[in-house]
């Protein structure tokens, strides 16, 4: 069974956008299949192998999410994203903004999907 602690020590060595896979293939390893963050605050719900599930504590003030969202614009602060234009809570704000309302990672098949209040995918992305 993983805990919160393991989490948060994969997440401190590993857990940015440049050693994405890393961090995925690590909590795969700790048991971790999958898991869901939210935009509205930050905290994420951890599922595992064993049908496990814990939550972790929100990490930034909450945010309203748009009840639609603009597709075109969510590619393009992706885009901004991608390129480091915008750090971990201007990206949130920005994306709650829009109307995503969470990202999902999926360490089996290495993939982030992102979707929004209505539980439309958005974009799907493979993590190598």
């Known amino acids: 069974m993983f805990t919160l602690e393991q989490i948060t020590e994969i997440h401190d060595r590993v857990g940015n956008s440049d050693t994405l896979g890393a961090y995925l293939r690590a909590l795969r390893d700790i048991g971790v299949e999958t898991y869901d963050s939210y935009i509205t605050d930050g ?20 945010f309203a999410i748009a009840e639609t969202c603009d597709r075109q614009r969510f590619l393009q602060l992706m885009k901004q994203v991608e390129q480091g234009g915008l ?42």
């Open 43 to 62: 905290h994420s719900e951890y599922f595992g192998t064993d049908g496990q599930t814990l939550a972790g504590p929100a990490f930034h003030e909450t």
């Open 87 to 128: 750090g971990y809570v201007e990206m949130s704000k920005a994306l709650a903004a829009n109307g995503v309302e969470k990202w999902s990672f999926d360490t089996g098949n290495m993939t982030i999907t992102y979707l929004d209040r209505a539980g439309n995918v958005l974009l799907r992305e493979t993590v190598d």
